[in-house]
């Protein structure tokens, strides 16, 4: 167990880098995992396209599937970009928290993301916070 940045206890479940093959541009997209009671705080840094959904698509569902996690705080502020491969990963992961009777919330969405999101309709579905201490509070008023 370690503090995270609130001053809570944590247990640091990984970080996971995925980046371009050779040749190719070299832009990736780092996966940070923590759990804090029985919310998995999810944090990607980077940019969330085809080449790098699968590490994200396979990192998350190990972490509910394996953890003892009820609810997911998605926390976007360094995600640069996001194209519709992150949205299918995205959408996804909400399908499979939900359907184990959990809630997925976004947080600190740049101005881009936030218009895909916007665009998509994923925003009828997932609720938005401005932080990531927001959005944890406001799922454990949800537990």
């Known amino acids: ?23 190719e541009m070299k832009m990736s997209l780092q996966v940070e995992l923590e759990q804090q009671r029985n919310v ?16 994200v698509r396979f990192k998350m569902e ?8 009820d609810h ?3 926390s976007l502020k360094d995600l ?4 519709s491969s992150g949205l299918g990963v995205i959408l996804g992961r909400y399908k499979l ?8 919330v976004v947080c600190d969405t740049q101005p ?20 990531e201490r927001s959005a944890v509070a406001g799922l454990e008023v949800v537990s």
């Open 1 to 23: 167990m370690s503090e995270g940045r609130n001053g809570r206890a944590f247990r640091r479940i990984g970080d996971e880098q995925a980046g371009y093959g050779e040749g």
């Open 40 to 55: 998995l705080i999810v944090r990607l840094r980077g940019e969330l396209d085809h080449h790098t959904a699968d590490i």
């Open 62 to 69: 190990d972490a509910i599937l394996r953890g003892r996690c």
């Open 72 to 74: 997911v705080v998605l």
């Open 80 to 83: 640069q970009f996001m194209d």
């Open 97 to 104: 928290i939900k359907g184990r009777g959990g809630k997925m």
């Open 112 to 131: 881009s993301v936030k218009r895909l999101f916007e665009l998509s309709g994923l925003f009828k579905i997932l609720s938005f916070y401005d932080s």
